[in-house]
Antibody, heavy 123, light 106 residues
């Protein structure tokens, strides 16, 4: 059974940093692209970035809104995905989901999602 | 980036009614994907590659479209279908989501 379990959310002051984790199981982690998606309260989903699989060199792509502030990484030995967030702002307050891209080539979509972890940025 | 515009924003329907929601892309995309999200839950893949139902999705759901116009149709709405539906494209980076259509049951 595929499982994605996020953790690490909480209350952070503006300007602070936080690292989210997504522990995965039930599949060969290195075969898959992994992504982070967030959702502010009452608002739509926003893609933040992804990290490619082993075959594609674990390279990363980011949305313009977080590029340079957020970093996605992965620990392939423990099948954990990370999101390092720096210089946090109030507008970063959201539920953060990790999601797995379906295996193989196009069309690409997210076939599994975690339950989410909530970040609040406030003084 | 490709902007996805979903309409209507809110859709109110009675059980048994046929409903259609649309997703229009600012540029042509090869496929459209749809996710269902209920309050307090994470999104679920619902329709992928325009017209393929994800595992466990009832056959009353269907998807269609091409180019810049895509739709999700429910042939006979049931109470359990009340949710927000998001479209998503990954034909070009950055991948983008629509703002969602909230389906309410009367």
């Amino acid at each position: 059974e595929v499982k994605l379990v996020e953790s690490g959310g909480g209350l952070v002051q503006p300007g602070g940093s936080l690292r989210l984790s997504c522990a995965t199981s039930g599949f060969t982690f290195t075969d898959y692209y992994m992504s982070w998606v967030r959702q502010p309260p009452g608002k739509a989903l926003e893609w933040l970035g992804f990290i490619r699989n082993k075959a594609n060199g674990y390279t990363t792509e980011y949305s313009a809104s977080v590029k340079g502030r957020f970093t996605i990484s992965r620990d392939n030995s423990q099948s954990i995905l990370y999101l390092q967030m720096n210089t946090l702002r109030a507008e970063d307050s959201a539920t953060y989901y990790c999601a797995r891209k379906n295996y193989g080539s196009s069309p690409y979509y997210f076939d599994y999602w975690g339950q989410g972890t909530t970040l609040t940025v406030s003084s | 980036q490709i902007v996805l515009s979903q309409s209507p924003a809110i859709l109110s329907a009675s059980p048994g009614e046929k409903v259609t929601m649309t997703c229009r892309a600012s540029s042509s995309v090869s496929y459209m994907h749809w996710y269902q999200q209920k309050p307090g839950s994470s999104p679920k893949p619902w329709i992928y590659a325009t017209s393929n139902l994800a595992s466990g999705v009832p056959a009353r759901f269907s998807g269609s479209g091409s180019g810049t116009s895509y739709s999700l149709t429910i042939s006979r709405v049931e109470a359990e279908d009340a949710a927000t539906y998001y479209c998503q494209q990954w034909s070009s980076n950055p991948l983008t989501f629509g703002a969602g259509t909230k389906l309410e049951l009367k």
